[in-house]
């Protein structure tokens, strides 16, 4: 579908805006990106394979990992 692919799409180029020296051009990224992957864990009803969704799949887990650590210091 259309969203396959797309959290590794906005964590790379979060990842890439940081190490491009633009934190607040990263900041912004990583917490749309954060947005996007909550809202899709939103639609998953079943808790376990929600937690699964947030926690097991490497993109998801580092895109909150990120936006945890961005938003924190800035």
Not at 11 to 36: K, P
Not at 45 to 67: C, I, K, M, N, W
């Amino acid at each position: 579908g259309a969203e396959d692919g797309e959290t590794l799409i906005r964590l790379t180029r979060a990842e890439a805006l940081r190490a491009l020296g633009d934190n607040e051009a990263s900041v912004r990224a990583i917490e749309v990106a954060r947005d996007r992957v909550l809202e899709r864990a939103g639609r998953i009803r079943d808790a376990s394979f929600r937690q699964g969704f947030l926690e097991r799949v490497p993109e998801s887990a580092e895109t909150l990992r990120l936006a945890r650590e961005w938003t924190a210091h800035g």
